[in-house]
């Protein structure tokens, strides 16, 4: 099989494309059963979590999202009780949000949820493993956030629990 450019593949990008795209599927899968947050709040109340408060329009920037779509999920989080609007501390006249007592309750709730079923997945693994899948997926994940000019904040380890 040649690529688009007339040229033969990499097999090892191949076979980390798609084992990627089993990886999502099969988070897409776990994350919905008996978690209280959609994909979208728990994402916007993880980032909350680490950087708060922030305006719309740094979440927008953050997400490298329309600043409509932000909003309109802000909304629906706001509505449930999970984020509020707060004047900005620093004195600017863009008001910003932050998550509530709730919101993180759930977000740790929902957390918790994922890595017990991780766990579940790795429970076989040694420690050594768990800890190099760990290192690969940060590097892997750091280098996307390189290319796309946006970097995401990591917690202390042991802070994100």
Same mark, same amino acid.
């Given at each position: 099989?040649?690529?688009?450019?007339?040229?033969?593949p990499?097999p090892?990008?191949?076979?980390?494309?798609?084992?990627?795209?089993?990886?999502?599927?099969y988070?897409a899968?776990?994350q919905?059963?008996?978690?209280h947050?959609d994909r979208s709040a728990y994402?916007l109340?993880?980032?909350?979590?680490?950087?708060q408060?922030?305006s719309l329009?740094?979440?927008s920037c953050?997400?490298g999202l329309d600043? +409509?779509?932000?909003?309109?999920?802000?909304?629906a989080?706001r509505r449930?009780g999970?984020v509020e609007?707060?004047?900005d501390p620093?004195g600017?006249l863009a008001r910003?949000v932050?998550?509530?007592?709730?919101?993180?309750a759930?977000?740790?709730?929902?957390?918790e949820? +994922?890595?017990?079923?991780?766990?579940k997945?790795?429970?076989?693994?040694?420690?050594e493993s768990?800890r190099?899948?760990?290192?690969?997926?940060r590097?892997?994940?750091? +280098?996307?956030?390189?290319i796309?000019?946006?970097t995401?904040?990591?917690?202390?380890?042991?802070d994100?629990?």
């Amino acid at each position: 099989m040649t690529n688009a450019h007339g040229q033969k593949p990499d097999p090892n990008l191949v076979d980390v494309e798609y084992e990627l795209t089993l990886l999502s599927r099969y988070h897409a899968l776990a994350q919905r059963a008996d978690l209280h947050l959609d994909r979208s709040a728990y994402l916007l109340l993880g980032r909350l979590e680490l950087e708060q408060p922030m305006s719309l329009k740094e979440l927008s920037c953050a997400f490298g999202l329309d600043i +409509s779509t932000i909003n309109r999920q802000i909304g629906a989080l706001r509505r449930q009780g999970l984020v509020e609007r707060v004047e900005d501390p620093d004195g600017g006249l863009a008001r910003k949000v932050r998550p509530t007592a709730s919101g993180l309750a759930q977000l740790r709730a929902d957390r918790e949820h +994922s890595t017990a079923g991780v766990g579940k997945v790795l429970r076989d693994w040694t420690p050594e493993s768990r800890r190099a899948l760990g290192e690969l997926l940060r590097h892997f994940n750091q +280098s996307v956030e390189e290319i796309e000019g946006r970097t995401w904040p990591r917690p202390t380890p042991g802070d994100h629990v």
